[in-house]
């Protein structure tokens, strides 16, 4: 595997279920992020980790956690989620720490759909 | 509040050239960056100017004057496999990256 990869890459999961959406970087990168992309929007940062130490949460509801074991590992764990919660999830990992002029590589993306 | 703008769409020919806009209005500027979008894909990287001026790399090339915020993509030569959607974003003065919504560039035969 090369880059950064995300499993699954497509979701239905009813409001009531419980999921995870796993990202790997395989780029020995420092900084992990992950985005949300609605159609039509800007990306959205939603949390930014440096190291596995979180140090971004732009607001972002309790029904999305996220967890970071280690630097090349990434998870987004999901919880009563709403039907507007229905986007592209996005994940990045850039070589320095998050904080600098680097340059970010994504993931293929999870397409996420809350009945 | 920091606001990244370019068009929804753009239309144009194979074989052909065309020019992406994008205007910013940021707290601090810390460069700029295009990223191409496949549908169903991930962004990857085009470019990056932090300087004024132009850089050139291959058909593509980008162009930046932070005097008046404002950016520009060129595709020359356009080919099929040009049609994506092209997003812009700045790096603001906390290293944050402030996205565009995209632009959608279809090329016709």
């Known amino acids: 595997e090369t880059g950064v990869t995300q499993t699954p890459r497509h979701l239905v999961m009813g409001m009531t279920n419980k999921k995870s959406l796993k990202c790997e970087q395989h780029?020995?990168?420092?900084?992990m992020y992950w985005y949300k992309q609605s159609a039509k929007k800007p990306l959205e940062l939603m949390f930014v980790?440096?190291?596995?130490?979180?140090?971004e949460n732009n607001s972002v509801p309790s029904r999305f956690s996220p967890e970071c074991p280690n630097s090349s590992h990434l998870f987004l764990h999901l919880h009563t989620l709403q039907p507007e919660d229905s986007a592209l999830y996005l994940c990045?990992?850039?070589?320095?720490?998050?904080?600098?002029?680097?340059?970010?590589?994504f993931g293929p993306g999870t397409r996420l759909t809350v009945l | 509040g920091q606001n990244i703008d370019q068009p929804t769409e753009m239309t144009a020919t194979e074989g052909a050239i065309v020019q992406i806009n994008c205007t910013y209005q940021?707290?601090?500027?810390?460069?700029l960056f295009w990223y191409q979008q496949h549908a169903g894909e991930a962004p990857t990287f085009l470019s990056y100017?932090?300087l004024d001026g132009l850089e050139e790399k291959g058909r593509f090339s980008s162009f930046l004057s932070r005097s008046k915020g404002y950016s520009y993509l060129l595709l020359k030569e356009l080919q099929m496999k040009d049609s994506a959607s092209y997003l812009c974003?700045?790096?603001?003065?906390?290293?944050?990256?402030?996205w565009g919504a995209g632009t959608k560039l279809i090329i016709k035969p």
């Open positions: 990045a990992s850039s070589q320095g720490l998050a904080g600098g002029p680097d340059t970010q590589y």
């Open positions: 100017n932090v």
């Open positions: 780029l020995g990168h420092n900084a």
């Open positions: 940021t707290s601090g500027f810390n460069g």
């Open positions: 980790y440096n190291f596995k130490e979180q140090t």
């Open positions: 974003a700045v790096m603001d003065s906390n290293y944050q990256l402030i």
